[in-house]
Structure formats: C-alpha cells, structure tokens
Antibody
C-alpha cells in the first residue's frame, strides 16, 4: 500500500518561497507520475502540477512562473517550490500519485499539509 | 484555464438518486475520456470514486456511477445514504497536458 507524506515549513513569510516535500513509502517513485494539489481554506481543489519520475513536468499555466516541481528517485520523494508567496497561497497542499495505467487519475493521496503565508 | 463548472450544492432524501454535473469545453471534458471524480469529507484528503468517466475503483460502492455527454460529465449517486454527505469534485485532463478541477459540489442528505 503506497503512502505519501507531505513535509516542510507550515508558516512562510510573504514574498518568500514555499517548499514542500512528498515522501513516498510502500512503493517506488519510479514508473509513475506524481502531482501536487492545493485547497485554500473553505475553497475547492486546485491542480498545481505533475512530475514524472524521469523529471518531465507540467503545471497550471497561471502558476508556471512561480512553481518548480522536482523529483529525487534515490530519496523516493518529490518536491514543490512556490516562489513569491502571498496570503492567497495559504492552503492545504496535497501530494498524490497517478495510476499505473493511463496515468490520468489520482489513486493515492497524502494527508495534506496546511501552509500559512503570514508575517 | 477555467475551472470546470459544478453546481454548488445538491441535496436529496435518503434512498433517492442525485446527479452532479461537471461542465467543461471541447479542450478538456469533451475532448478526452479522462474525467475522474473525488469524494472529500471535511478535513480529509479526497478519495477517488470514479475514473475514466465511468469506471469505479475496487471497494467503491456501486451506488456511484459516472457518464459523459459532450462537454458535460456527470456523477450519479443512487440510493442516497447519510454517509454520502460530502463534497464532490470532478477533474479532467486538458489539451495542454494539464488537469483542471471542477468547482466542487456539496451534497446534503435531507
């Protein structure tokens, strides 16, 4: 059973960089696509981007200038960096795994990490 | 890239059937059979309930079913139960190889 766990600072200063890591256990990161999703308090889900274990990535166009998603296959983890954050980036950030077949749906999710942007 | 449109809320009595729509465009919902649906309880991570428009993962109740017509995908919950009270989200693959979520629907069991 694959398990995902988000880790990183829960409080980030405005204009700084948000950094989160998703550690995968119970399975290998290799062979799959992985994703970051966020949810602002009381709001809906927002897809941020995906990364393949080979390093291929894509992300939501409106976030592209601020988002970097990377993968560390030796550490069995992948990461999210979001620069120049504002209060609007306050959200619960989820990491998730794409299925092994079509790689088009998210079959395993982390528990989520609430990150607050405030001074 | 606009969010897919879902009704903000849908309600029904126990035992009834309800349907949640998810409307996009020909560059997302209408263009691909890669729509999935997620159920989310407050404070919890979303759970996959439908993938590939109509497919149900192992362990998900057969009261959940999915369909698509044109640019609109739909999730139907039949035999509504109290435990179905949750938020539901659709998500679709898009023509620029990204994904876009729906606006979310709160289901209330009366």
């Amino acid at each position: 059973q694959v398990q995902l766990l988000e880790s990183g600072p829960r409080l980030v200063q405005p204009s700084e960089t948000l950094s989160l890591t998703c550690t995968v256990s119970g399975g290998s990161i290799s062979g799959y696509y992985w994703s970051w999703i966020r949810q602002s308090p009381g709001k809906g889900l927002e897809w941020i981007g995906f990364i393949h274990y080979t390093g291929r990535t894509n992300c939501k166009p409106s976030l592209k200038s601020r988002v970097t998603i990377s993968v560390d296959t030796s550490g069995n983890e992948f990461s999210l960096r979001l620069t120049s954050v504002t209060a609007a980036d306050t959200a619960t950030y989820y990491c998730a795994k794409y299925d092994s077949g079509t790689s088009t749906y998210l079959d395993y999710w982390g528990q989520g990490a609430l990150v607050t942007v405030a001074s | 890239q606009s969010a897919l449109t879902q009704p903000a809320s849908v309600s029904g009595s126990p035992g009834q059937s309800i349907t949640i729509s998810c409307t996009g465009t020909s560059t997302d919902v209408g263009g691909y059979n890669y729509v999935s649906w997620y159920q989310q309880y407050p404070g919890k991570a979303p759970k996959l309930i439908i993938y590939g428009v109509t497919n149900r993962p192992s362990g998900v109740s057969n009261r959940f079913s999915g369909s698509k017509s044109g640019n609109t995908a739909s999730l139907t919950i039949s035999g509504l139960q109290a435990e179905d009270e949750a938020d539901y989200y659709c998500i679709s693959f898009t023509s620029i190889e990204t994904y876009v979520f729906g606006t979310g629907t709160e289901v209330t069991v009366l």
